[in-house]
């Protein structure tokens, strides 16, 4: 599997997300960004076990994402992070996420791998990135595919 063009893949899957009114649209990047525009998705951090099956036919990736939203209004904030978090709905980035899956028998994130999956969320908390405070959390993907 090519690592960067899953980040990329997984990074465009999460702009089909729809926000509620007046928030704007999701940005997204497959890698950890300089500077964020809230609300901002991205794929930090990532573990690789490889072999998981013999004669380096399967590989398991698992990605540490993170959503961050502004702070300006907390309550606001708390709220918009909350649709995205959501298992589903038009803001939920695991159903757009996992949408990227294809259908059956077809390969996950336009042919980079054999399957994907949001496992959970964690870390819902404040979050200082380059300077600036925001309100986010942390989904971990996991991704399988040929070694």
């Not at 497959?30 to 500077?35: E, F, I, S």
Request: hydrophobic share 45%; charged share 20%; aromatic share 8%.
């Amino acid at each position: 599997m090519q690592v960067s063009a899953i980040r990329t893949a997984l990074a465009d899957a999460a702009r089909a997300v729809v926000l509620p009114e007046g928030i704007g649209k999701l940005t997204a990047t497959g890698y950890v960004p300089d500077a964020v525009t809230a609300p901002h998705f991205f794929v930090g951090e990532y573990t690789q076990s490889f072999d998981r099956a013999m004669r380096r036919a399967l590989d398991e990736l698992e990605f540490t994402c993170r959503v961050l939203v502004s702070r300006a209004d907390d309550a606001a904030g708390q709220r918009t992070l909350d649709s995205m978090l959501s298992g589903s709905g038009p803001a939920s980035l695991k159903q757009a996420i996992e949408a990227a899956r294809g259908a059956p028998g077809e390969y996950a994130l336009g042919g980079l791998a054999h399957d994907l999956h949001v496992m959970r969320v964690q870390g819902y908390r404040w979050f200082e990135h380059n300077g600036t405070d925001f309100i986010g959390a942390e989904l971990v993907i996991k991704v399988i595919g040929e070694g």
